[in-house]
């Protein structure tokens, strides 16, 4: 491949480079590349590649503060240019390598310790919520509180609903909602998780509850999102509209 070809691969990187770290040109001086040939093709698509992957790595790992631009582009000039004066490719291989092991063993270390941390704080919540007058605990440890109660059927669990539902962790966080969204979700009543199927079964089309769901009826010691870590007691409003085919 053309030294100019190889380049600007280069030039490409180094500007995802630049919008990875938050140092994102004006849109007005951005230039669209023109493809000529398939190697041009070859090339933007080998420098949004890199990019992509780059970015998965920083967002992964949080470490766009740290992350050197100069540093990265002049990794990627040796290459291009066969020097291996600072690492040989195994070396640098290793290094990727050793980086992203330490950092995945750190990140479980904390996940590990969040969700101990949030085993303690569910428990300590749904102790004193279980207190209130207006809530009810079932036998498996699931806590409701009817806001609104309805006339219509209750599903079995090899039924489908349609239900609006609005969910927070115990701090307020706000990790799902429909109503957010504007838009009532459908699901069958045995696919959700185990604190959503015992409660809609309990819920009579039209009704409005307020469920207060135990990590071990939820999503247990297992993240589930950025929001959901290990162990978390999760709250859900839920209005229950329809029971599909009834």
Request: glycine share 8%.
């Amino acid at each position: 491949m053309k030294k100019e070809a190889l380049i600007a691969i280069v030039a490409v990187v180094a500007i995802i480079a630049g919008y990875v770290l938050g140092s994102i040109f004006p849109a007005k001086n951005y230039t669209p590349i023109k493809f000529n040939t398939e190697v041009d093709t070859f090339a933007y698509g080998t420098g949004l590649d890199l990019g992509v992957g780059l970015l998965d790595y920083i967002n992964q790992f949080d470490i766009a503060d740290e992350f050197s631009t100069s540093t990265f582009v002049k990794g990627f000039y040796d290459g291009i240019e066969s020097n291996e004066k600072v690492f040989t490719r195994m070396e640098a291989q290793m290094a990727i390598q050793n980086f992203v092991q330490k950092q995945t063993d750190k990140q479980q270390q904390q996940s590990q310790l969040d969700a101990e941390e949030n085993l303690i704080k569910g428990q300590e919540f749904l102790a004193e919520n279980a207190k209130r007058d207006e809530v009810t605990v079932t036998e498996s440890g699931l806590q409701y509180e009817i806001l609104q109660e309805g006339d219509g059927l209750s599903p079995s669990e090899t039924d489908t609903v349609v239900v609006h539902y609005h969910g927070t962790l115990i701090d307020g966080t706000v990790f799902d909602s429909s109503v957010e969204r504007g838009e009532p979700a459908t699901f069958p009543v045995n696919r959700v998780i185990s604190g959503w199927t015992e409660a809609l079964q309990l819920m009579k089309t039209g009704s409005k509850w307020k469920l207060y769901i135990p990590s071990d009826l939820a999503y247990g010691p297992t993240q589930r999102s950025a929001d959901i870590k290990g162990n978390s007691t999760l709250i859900f409003d839920v209005e229950l509209l329809e029971i599909k085919g009834k």
